[in-house]
């Protein structure tokens, strides 16, 4: 008898009774928040048995089965889903696409640089895929992600910068302490956070002087940047 016939599925239930057979079936047959939390259900499980018959999920007709699928494989982090999620890179709904970058993201596996590299001129997802390349830290994200510092989108620089963060590299340094200069206050704040993480002591001047700022909160995030960066040097020694 299907768990759906007569009312919703307990998903909460199933997850804590470890019923990922009958998970799946509820992002499958499930309305949309079923689905969802199915999906999520079954990521916090990170039960190796499930990620086959996810993947096969990534071909379904209906676009929010192949998104919930995404989702629970980039929680479950197993790399086997790694090329399934790069072909879902090219999905025609451009929500399935984010998704798929998001996975590949927390996956972290090498394979997916170049082709999150290739949808950086994807407007709805490349956000996402910039903060995928973070996550993967590869140092052939750099140049491009350094690149995108000069976009006319400052959420677009944001997402850029909190990757340069992640990946950590000097080379990122110059051109994130201009960045502490551009007229968008968010673009400041996430340029400051990224030196922050690097940990460089050549940000620290252009901090003190960006953290004269008449805005309170840029101050404090200038300020944060500047005491994360001498904490960390206090630490090298």
Do not use: C
């Not at 999906?39 to 990534?58: E, F, M, T, Y």
């Not at 197993?78 to 999620?85: G, I, K, R, T, Y």
Request: no cysteine; proline share 4%; hydrophobic share 40%.
């Amino acid at each position: 008898m299907s768990i759906l016939n007569n009312s919703k599925p307990d998903v909460e239930r199933l997850e804590s009774e470890r019923k990922t057979k009958d998970l799946i079936k509820a992002l499958i047959e499930g309305d949309q928040d079923t689905s969802w939390k199915a999906a999520h259900a079954l990521g916090r499980l990170k039960d190796k048995n499930s990620v086959l018959p996810l993947i096969k999920l990534l071909e379904m007709d209906k676009s929010d089965i192949r998104l919930n699928a995404a989702v629970s494989l980039g929680r479950i982090g197993d790399p086997e889903a790694v090329n399934p999620l790069i072909n879902l890179l090219k999905d025609e709904k451009w929500y399935v696409r984010w998704h798929a970058a998001e996975a590949l993201g927390n996956i972290a596996d090498e394979r997916a640089v170049d082709p999150l590299l290739e949808i950086l001129n994807d407007n709805k997802v490349r956000n996402e895929a910039v903060l995928g390349l973070g996550k993967i830290g590869d140092k052939k994200a750099i140049k491009p992600l350094i690149e995108a510092l000069k976009d006319q989108d400052p959420t677009f620089r944001s997402a850029a910068e909190e990757a340069l963060g992640l990946i950590g590299d000097d080379e990122a340094v110059p051109p994130l302490i201009e960045a502490l200069q551009d007229e968008d206050i968010s673009v400041r704040r996430h340029a400051a956070g990224a030196l922050a993480k690097i940990g460089d002591e050549n940000a620290l001047e252009p901090l003190e002087e960006a953290s004269k700022d008449r805005r309170w909160y840029i101050r404090l995030q200038m300020e944060e940047a500047i005491n994360e960066i001498l904490a960390k040097k206090e630490g090298k020694k």
